[in-house]
Nanobody
Framework: QLQLVESGGGLVQPGGSLRLSCAASGLSLDNYAIGWFRQAPGKEREGVSCISSSGESTDSADSVKGRFTISRDNAKNTVYLQMDNLKPEDTAVYYC????????????????WGQGTQVTVSS
């Protein structure tokens, strides 16, 4: 059974940076696409950025393009989300998730989920 654990969240000022990590255990991530999703209070969970199993393809939401970068280190069984120039509207619980296929970065495509890590952007 694939288990995912997110880390790296916290409180940051607008314009600041955070790097989230998604560490996997139980199975190798080599064959899984990984996505980062977020859910703000009162809103639906949305796709932020997803990466194929090889790391060659990515798909990101327009709202984060140019600010967030997804990457993976299969040797470490870990996927990262580098978040720069953070804005208050980025405040949410961030989840990583795994899928056996890489198509589009939407919640129904992903099967295994972590518990989430809180990101708060505030001055």
């Amino acid at each position: 059974q694939l288990q995912l654990v997110e880390s790296g969240g916290g409180l940051v000022q607008p314009g600041g940076s955070l790097r989230l990590s998604c560490a996997a255990s139980g199975l190798s991530l080599d064959n899984y696409a990984i996505g980062w999703f977020r859910q703000a209070p009162g809103k639906e969970r949305e796709g932020v950025s997803c990466i194929s199993s090889s790391g060659e393809s990515t798909d990101s939401a327009d709202s984060v393009k140019g600010r967030f970068t997804i990457s993976r280190d299969n040797a470490k069984n870990t996927v990262y989300l580098q978040m720069d120039n953070l804005k208050p509207e980025d405040t949410a619980v961030y989840y990583c998730a795994a899928s056996g296929v890489f198509r589009i970065c939407v919640v129904p495509e992903y099967d295994y989920w972590g518990q989430g890590t809180q990101v708060t952007v505030s001055s």
